[in-house]
């Protein structure tokens, strides 16, 4: 419904994936400020979605350690690294969606990819004493 109702704020010209992008952002932020706590694991963690697709091993240990560390990235660099890593966006589609410059989105990503560097690197000292 949000993007019927937003169609009339679309820019002729401008690029699709950003705009429905931030009118999912904004829509899955309301949802989180509506909803009731996330429903956790008997061991306390968030449930893992296992892509049907997706072949070999997988380490949850450490997609559960890198989920953890991006929770406590500020926002502003926690979404250029998710859209750009994980969603493949690059980073002018993803300054688009954010309404900041590309030049901005750049310096989030890199602080952002700076500060996971340092915690999970003390997640691995802690591993391997």
């Known amino acids: ?9 679309f820019q002729e010209g ?11 952002t904004n829509a899955a932020r309301d949802w989180q400020r509506r ?3 996330e429903e956790l694991t008997d061991e306390g963690e968030l449930p893992t979605r296992v892509p049907v697709d997706e072949a070999g091993p997988r380490d949850v240990g ?13 926002e502003g660099q926690r979404i250029p690294i998710v859209l750009h890593r994980f969603e493949g966006m690059g980073f002018a589609e993803i300054a688009e969606s954010m309404g900041l410059t ?19 690197a003390t997640l691995r000292e802690e591993a391997n004493p």
């Open 1 to 9: 419904m949000s993007l019927v109702r937003g169609r009339g704020r």
């Open 14 to 24: 401008a690029r699709v994936k950003p705009w429905l992008y931030a009118i999912a």
């Open 35 to 37: 909803k009731r706590p």
């Open 62 to 74: 450490l997609e559960r350690a890198v989920q953890r560390a991006l929770e406590q990235l500020p």
């Open 102 to 120: 590309e030049s901005a989105v750049k310096v989030r990503a890199h602080q952002g990819y700076a500060r996971l560097r340092e915690l999970l």
